[in-house]
């Protein structure tokens, strides 16, 4: 098992290496960068326009190479000073190795719009993005593997049938979809106004008491929560069933009831402890997955400031620091959760052994 973490974090960095490079090549040629975003503004044109235009401001003129045309009557030494100020004067290689030596340290660097650093930045965010994640995942858990037994062990049934429909319907509607229902129909939108907006406290709330806060904190979390989790329990509860069907069937439940065992102490005695495996061990993977992709609509529905925002405020203004800085932590993040989550497969079984497969 040794030999097998140290080949699987050996592949991080290759991994790391080839990710960051791709989303570095890509961002060269994406318009509207924030040379042209800092030039349209100071023409009064405002970053707005700038945007919409589809960045068109960055294409070179005909008749100076490398001058933009949206610099046309600035001072060249102005935009000279501009590509100095965020960087953009050297060439994309050195910029790129440059990237890369930072980053070996965790520098990375200041944002170009906030007056702080990425990594401060990051941190100030992650709070809230864990603990909705957290709270999303543990929910889904706690629902999804209950039905997907009830739903095993009645499989064919009228209620296998009718919780197999609403699993498909949650499925099928996107987590941030359902979070705009949930605020027209509980936040003020057109019916009822019962839960918060925005935020995960009211106003004043540093001044409550320790006990009102977490009933407040707890209040703002229930719809994004909501959201979450009925876009995410759908999968873990077909895979639950499927897990519970596949041991339900096999020899060692017969040989159990022929010994005369109940059907309550063979399903949570012995085909509840070999099912469970997969779901157990794909707890990291399922958390990374919510953490990363799922929540960020929703932040953005329920304006949360967590890291969902935070990319995307970045991605429109063109916030390079802070977008390779968040993806380089989330995919590492990521890549790290997966060798955890094989972990705890041979913890959870001892009779997984990945060195042997890998031999």
């Known amino acids: 098992m040794t030999g097998y973490l140290l080949r699987r974090l050996l592949l991080v960095i290759p991994t790391l290496l080839g990710i960051i490079a791709i989303n570095f090549a890509v961002i060269q040629f994406a318009p509207g960068g924030p040379v042209e975003q800092m030039i349209a503004d100071m023409k009064?044109?405002?970053?707005t326009t700038s945007r919409l235009s589809g960045g068109g401001q960055n294409e070179v003129s005909a008749g100076t190479a490398g001058a933009y045309r949206g610099a046309r009557g600035l001072d060249p030494h102005i935009v000279a000073d501009i590509k100095k100020m965020f960087g953009f004067d050297k060439p994309p290689l050195t910029r790129f190795v440059s990237m890369l030596r930072?980053?070996?340290?965790?520098?990375?660097?200041?944002?170009?719009?906030?007056?702080?650093?990425?990594?401060?930045?990051?941190?100030?965010?992650?709070?809230?993005?864990?603990?909705?994640?957290?709270?999303?995942?543990l929910l889904v858990y706690f629902i999804s593997i209950p039905l997907g037994i009830a739903k095993a062990v009645r499989d064919g049934s009228r209620f296998d049938v009718a919780t197999s429909a609403a699993v498909l319907v949650g499925y099928a509607v996107p987590g941030f979809l359902f979070a705009i229902l949930l605020v027209v129909l509980f936040s003020g939108g057109s019916f009822l106004q019962i839960f918060p907006l925005r935020g995960l406290s009211s106003s004043g709330a540093e001044n409550w008491s320790v006990f009102d806060r977490a009933v407040d904190y707890a209040w703002h979390m229930v719809l994004p929560t909501v959201a979450l989790v009925v876009g995410g329990f759908a999968s873990l509860t077909m895979l639950t069933k499927n897990c519970f069907l596949e041991e339900i069937r096999k020899q060692y439940t017969t040989t159990a009831r022929a010994k005369g065992a109940s059907e309550q102490r063979i399903?949570?005695?012995?085909?509840?402890?070999?099912?469970?495996?997969?779901?157990i061990a794909g707890f990291p993977a399922a958390f990374i997955g919510i953490l990363f992709s799922s929540s960020l609509l929703v932040e953005i529905v329920f304006s949360l400031d967590g890291l969902g925002l935070l990319g995307f405020e970045s991605a429109i203004r063109r916030d390079y620091p802070v977008m390779f800085g968040t993806l380089y932590i989330f995919t590492l993040m990521g890549l790290v959760l997966q060798i955890v989550g094989d972990v705890m497969y041979t913890l959870v079984d001892p009779r997984i052994d990945f060195s042997a497969r890998q031999s």
């Open 44 to 47: 009064g044109k405002g970053e």
């Open 102 to 137: 930072d980053y070996a340290s965790f520098d990375f660097g200041h944002s170009f719009f906030r007056d702080q650093t990425v990594l401060r930045l990051v941190l100030q965010k992650m709070p809230v993005s864990i603990s909705l994640g957290l709270w999303s995942t």
């Open 267 to 279: 399903l949570y005695r012995h085909v509840f402890r070999n099912a469970m495996l997969l779901i």
